[in-house]
């Protein structure tokens, strides 16, 4: 009873052109600075809605900045300690395929 919170992990389940802003992004970080806690960007991931039509969401430059603004988000508040990606291809990330709860394979 009464055990310590340090921080907060924030899930980060995004996807191309729908992300939080930078300044978004931050706040939030900041409301849990302001009570005290660390915070941390885990499971970065920016998918694309529709793999099968990346150009309409603004292509790969678009995901580069959304994830740029993300990893920035967290540089800019000092008590953010780090961020993890959560997958290495977005060829079939979440369920971008169709694919609901299942073991995702890295392409090598």
């Known amino acids: 009873m009464g055990g310590r919170i340090d ?3 924030l899930e980060s389940h995004f996807e191309v052109s729908y992300s939080p802003s930078r300044a978004q992004i931050a706040a939030v970080m900041n ?3 302001a009570v005290g806690l660390e915070s941390a960007m885990t499971e970065l991931d920016i998918r694309f809605v529709n793999v099968s039509n990346i150009a309409a969401y603004g292509g790969y430059a678009q995901q580069a900045t959304d994830y740029y603004n993300s990893v920035a988000a967290c540089m800019d508040v000092s008590t953010c300690v780090g961020v ?11 369920n971008a395929c169709g694919i ?9």
Do not use: Q
């Not at 993890?84 to 979440?94: A, G, R």
């Not at 609901?100 to 090598?108: F, Q, S």
């Open 100 to 108: 609901v709860n299942a073991k995702l394979t890295r392409d090598n």
């Open 84 to 94: 993890v990606v959560w997958d290495f291809v977005d060829k079939c990330e979440l």
């Open 7 to 9: 921080g907060a992990g």
């Open 31 to 33: 409301s849990y600075a």
